[in-house]
């Protein structure tokens, strides 16, 4: 297990997350919130809508290919 510490809106945060999602987790956060390691309330709520969107668009992508993939084994 890995703890990360996130500082929103002047308050620190620790979270504990185990070693291989810690890692992506740490990855996609930097990215998201480019390289901040305080950030407020906004860049949060920012940030959780754009993983809302990567994983809409990727639940759509996933029912398209299995739609795909019932109709030519159909």
């Known amino acids: ?32 919130l480019q390289n901040k390691y305080q950030f407020g309330v906004k860049d949060l709520l920012t940030a959780f809508i754009q993983k809302c969107h990567e994983s809409y668009t990727q639940g759509s992508q996933m029912d398209q290919i299995l739609g795909s993939l019932d109709k030519t084994l159909k």
Request: no cysteine; proline share 0%.
């Open 1 to 32: 297990m890995k703890q990360i510490v996130l500082t929103i809106a002047s308050k620190d945060y620790t979270i504990r997350l185990e070693d291989d999602f810690a890692d992506a987790f740490s990855k996609d956060i930097e990215k998201l």
